[in-house]
C-alpha cells in the first residue's frame, strides 16, 4: 500500500469516528430533552423543547447525509438535485396538514348541521340478543299478518 493510500485511509476511519461520537452525543441529548419534556407543563416550553430537538435531527441528517452518502465532497449541483426536491417534500407535507386541520376547522364553523362523529353520544343497544328477541319478532311478523288477513276478508 502506497503512503498517499495509507493516509488517506487513517484519515477516514478517524472522520467516520469523528461523526459518530457527534452522532452519538445529539441522539443522547435528543433522548434527555426528550425526558425531560415529559414532565413539563409549560406549553411554550414544550414547543421550545420539540423546536431543539428538530434543529439536533435536522443536525443529524446533515451529518449522516455528508459523511456516510458521501455528499460533502460533491459538487453543489449533485447536492442541490437532492436537497431541493427534500425541501419541497417537506413543504409538500407541511402545507398538507395545514390544509387538512383548517378544513376541519372551518367545516365545524360554517356547517350547523355537522357534528363530527367523534362527539356523538352512540346509545347502548338494548340488552337480550338471544331468543327473546327473536320471538318477539316473530310475534310481531304474526300479529301483522294475522292483521292483513282480517283486512283482506273485509
Not at 20 to 25: H, K, Q, Y
Not at 96 to 102: H, I, M, T
Amino acid at each position: 500500500m502506497s503512503h498517499t493510500a495509507q493516509h488517506e485511509e487513517s484519515h477516514g476511519a478517524g472522520e467516520v469516528k469523528k461523526v459518530t461520537i457527534i452522532l452519538s452525543v445529539l441522539t443522547i441529548i435528543e433522548l434527555i430533552l426528550g425526558f425531560w419534556m415529559m414532565d413539563i407543563h409549560n406549553v411554550g416550553m414544550r414547543l421550545a423543547i420539540k423546536g431543539s430537538i428538530v434543529i439536533l435531527m435536522m443536525a443529524k441528517a446533515f451529518y449522516i447525509v455528508a459523511y456516510f452518502m458521501h455528499l460533502k465532497h460533491e459538487l453543489k449541483n449533485l447536492i442541490m438535485t437532492i436537497v431541493v426536491p427534500l425541501g419541497l417534500f417537506i413543504w409538500f407535507i407541511i402545507a398538507f396538514l395545514y390544509d387538512g386541520n383548517s378544513f376541519r376547522n372551518l367545516r365545524n364553523t360554517y356547517d350547523p348541521y355537522f357534528k363530527e362523529r367523534a362527539t356523538i353520544k352512540v346509545e347502548k343497544k338494548e340488552e337480550g340478543h338471544g331468543e327473546a328477541a327473536h320471538e318477539a319478532v316473530a310475534d310481531t311478523t304474526a300479529h301483522a299478518s294475522d292483521t292483513a288477513a282480517v283486512e283482506n276478508k273485509h
